[in-house]
């Protein structure tokens, strides 16, 4: 079968979060097209590798001072990794886009046990490390040798652990299918769109405002948007949207680039102000 290339008409409806909430109970669909993200600034495996080296060569050192100094620099450098990730994390759920995003550590822990990101024991051990992390930083304590031992290598098991329970650069972004493709060409990217088919949910962070929104299909090219901005959202209902669309779609099946992702919104339509 050929398919030919058509221009979306997406009618937009402004609704709160509780409105796709509602909505989001009532549609079923599957797959999806998720987004590859890139880890804040360098990421968190640089500093946590210069932590690894700091404590390594600490415990090989003679040098009082040295001692002191690289015992310091690995526990302040396996913090600023873990909390690198955790931003990862909530940059990929577009929490950050909320109008109360996570701020504090126990905010971002709940966030993270919300999502199934860490459980409750993760939760208690990491808010101990990052205390005795506090404990460098503001009280100006030099830990011991075998307390940064220690704290570096837990974070390290940490991460690894919740990267391989959840990749932090895989976010979504639709949830259900639509008619049409893209790739990468001669020219570079390109998205092509030829209809509608099944209800979608859109999780979009590419709008001067992101927002949410539950697609409803009318016709072929005819479609009506539910649309919350993120602004205007509390991140526990964003919690429960991505839960539902998760539960309702299922996790994407394919991912693409941000450029790649950003055309496809823009060739479906969902790229422009109500």
Known sequence: MTFKRIQSDCHIEAVTAADLIDGLHTVTGRSGQGAILPPPG?????????????????????????????????????????????????????????KNP???????????????????????????????????????????????????????RTMATLRSHSDPSLAPLIFGVFLGGSGHGK????????????????????????????LIPETKSKALLRQAYLDETDSADLIQLLSLAEQKFGKPSTFAGLQTCELILKEIGMLQEP
């Not at 020219?187 to 929104?213: K, M, N, Q, T």
């Open 42 to 98: 360098n990421g968190p495996d640089e500093p946590l590798t210069w932590a690894i080296y700091e404590v390594t060569t600490a415990a090989q050192t003679s040098d009082g001072a040295e001692l002191k100094k690289l015992c310091t620099n690995a526990v302040m450098n396996s913090r600023r990794a873990l909390a690198c990730l955790v931003d990862w994390y909530i940059d990929r759920d577009l929490a950050k886009y909320c």
């Open 102 to 156: 996570p701020k504090t550590a126990k905010q971002q822990a709940r966030f993270l046990m919300s999502r199934g990101i860490i459980d409750e024991l993760t939760s208690r051990v990491l808010e101990r490390a990052v205390e005795k992390r506090n404990r460098v930083e503001h009280d100006y304590i030099v830990p011991e040798l075998p307390e940064a031992e220690d704290i570096v290598e837990l974070l390290r």
């Open 187 to 214: 020219l570079g990217p390109y998205a092509e769109f030829h209809g509608w088919s099944d209800p979608l949910a859109i999780f979009c962070r590419f709008s001067a405002r992101p927002w949410v929104g539950l």
